[in-house]
Structure formats: C-alpha cells, structure tokens
C-alpha cells in the first residue's frame, strides 16, 4: 500500500466558501500531482510539483491553487467554491525508477466534492 | 483527438473468459507505458508497466507496438475480483514525464 493521504475524504461545501484539500505522503518522493475526475471520465491533471517551492499548472485549467512548502505536503485550495468544482480530486506522488527512467504513480484515496 | 484512447466499454464476460483491451496513443515520443486498474468510486492503483518486449505478470500480459502506437492487455481466465476499470497510460518526457490517462476500459465478470 502507498502511503499517500488525503483529507477529507467526502466535503459537502456550499457556494462561496474557501477550502483545502489536504494531501500528504511519508514516502519522501519528490513530484506530486493532482487530478481532477468526474464520474465515468478520465483523469485530467490540474497541477503538478518537481519539489520544494516548485508548481506548475496541468493540461486542465483549473480555479485552483497550490503550495508545495514542504516536500511531503501538496495541499489545493478552492478560494471561492461553486457548482462546477464538484468532481473527485484525487492526489499523486511519484518516484523516478532507475532504469529506463519510468515512473510509477501512487494515488491517494480522493476527496470527493460537493459543491451546493 | 484525444491523446490516448481505448476502447470503449463495456465488456461484459463470463468467468474464465480471456478479454483483450486495446489502446492507441498520438504523441510518437512517447516513452513509457501502464496499464492501471480502477475500482468503482476508488483510485487507479498501478497493474503492469508495459515493455517493448512484452511483458507477463500472472495472468496478465501486456503488449507494446511502437510502430503502430498501439498498447494491449490481455486478461486471461477473468475472475470476478478483476472487474474494475482499466486505465491506458503514456507518459512523454518532452511533456514533462507527465502521465496521460485514457478514459479506461470497464470490465464486468460475470460468474
């Protein structure tokens, strides 16, 4: 099992209000990702770190933002939530293989978003 | 066009059944490639990396054809625990080593 965490799970937020979905990982990768997902869709990536102090925008734009402070912590924070943020977020770190240079994904659980 | 796509789903198949997905990829400098698998409301957890040569694990066995672009999955003697959805994925490092998701493949075994 990978040790990638997500909180909260399941959030149930109205219209207007700020929020951060945590995501933190103990297995000292440097990359992190977060993707967004509706139901029966596929993942699109909305943001993405090589590090410490490093965020980079995905192929979906998104009204989110990110912080990468500390290598093991990637939180995204919605500062003014609407209807259209509802969707699956789900949180990614990544290790580099050594050959071949691959690398292999580890998802967190997901938090899933209601948005009234 | 989407950069990876699958088949669509779908697949239905009894218990014992061996089931093939396909999978086609746009960007030629594509250098790896996975396979995960989906379950219902949970997230992807990685099946198989894919090699050129072809590569088995069990009753898995994947497939890379980079002339055609193309990546396979073969499951075969299906058991009811191996349905869920199942991901193609590609990954360019002139993108950045970013990973690109296809829509996935859902798989229903049925007994």
């Known amino acids: 099992e990978a040790d990638i965490y997500q909180t909260p799970r399941y959030l149930v937020i109205g219209t207007g209000k700020k929020i951060t979905l945590e995501c933190s990982q103990t297995m000292g990768h440097d990359k992190m990702y977060w993707y967004q997902q509706d139901p029966g869709m596929e993942l699109h990536l909305i943001h993405y770190?090589?590090?410490?102090?490093?965020?980079e925008k995905g192929d979906l734009s998104s009204e989110s933002t990110v912080s990468r402070i500390r290598t093991e912590h990637f939180p995204l924070t919605l500062e003014s939530a609407r209807p259209s943020h509802t969707s699956q977020y789900l949180c990614?770190?990544?290790?580099?293989?050594?050959?071949?240079?691959?690398?292999?994904?580890?998802f967190g659980p997901g938090t899933r978003l209601t948005v009234l | 066009r989407k950069e990876v796509e699958q088949d669509p789903g779908p697949f239905n198949v009894p218990e014992g059944a061996t089931v093939a997905f396909n999978c086609t990829y746009s960007n030629s400098a594509s250098q790896s490639f996975f396979w995960y698998r989906q379950d219902c409301r949970k997230e992807p957890k990685l099946l198989m990396s894919v090699y050129s040569s072809g590569n088995e694990d069990g009753r898995f066995t994947a497939q890379l054809n980079r002339a055609s672009q193309y990546i396979s999955l073969l499951i075969r003697d299906s058991k009811l625990s191996d349905s869920a959805t199942y991901l193609c994925v590609v990954a360019s490092y002139n993108q950045g080593g970013k990973l690109i998701f296809g829509q996935g493949t859902e798989l229903s075994v049925k007994p």
């Open positions: 770190s090589y590090g410490v102090n490093s965020t």
């Open positions: 990614a770190s990544s290790e580099l293989r050594g050959s071949g240079g691959t690398d292999t994904q580890y």
